[in-house]
């Protein structure tokens, strides 16, 4: 049983926009950062934004200034909003979690979701 499903991705032009959304279950939001990641074909999984729990915000260099991830713990909801997006955006994006604090190491989140596929192409 997954605790966080993402949802949101599609096909969207180069400099477009998609809102991602990553739904949680069977634990306290509140107590948890929450990442977003991407995984291109033949790359690494990278951390994308994070999310802790005392409201700061963390994003890669690529995406700085284009991404905003927000969370709604009443909802138990977090957002990614993709704005500009680009060719190189283009990946499989999860949501996954880890206690309190964010991290830019990726195996130390856990409980990922399967995914969601964003494609940027004209």
């Known amino acids: 049983q997954l605790d966080v499903v993402e949802s949101g991705g599609g096909l969207v032009q180069p400099g477009g926009s998609l809102k991602l959304s990553c739904a949680a279950s069977?634990?306290?939001?509140?107590?948890?950062?929450i990442g977003w990641f991407r995984q291109a074909p033949g790359k690494e999984r990278e951390r994308v934004a994070c999310?802790?729990?005392?409201?700061?915000?963390y994003y890669a260099h690529s995406v700085k200034g284009r991404f905003t991830i927000s969370r709604d713990n009443a909802k138990k909801m977090v957002y990614l909003q993709m704005n500009s997006l680009k060719p190189e955006d283009t990946a499989v994006y999860y949501c996954?979690?880890?206690?309190?604090?964010?991290?830019?190491?990726?195996?130390?989140?856990?409980?990922w979701g399967q995914g969601t596929q964003v494609t940027v192409s004209s």
């Open positions: 069977g634990f306290s939001l509140e107590d948890y950062a």
């Open positions: 996954a979690r880890r206690e309190w604090t964010c991290a830019s190491v990726v195996g130390l989140f856990h409980s």
């Open positions: 999310s802790d729990t005392e409201g700061d915000t």
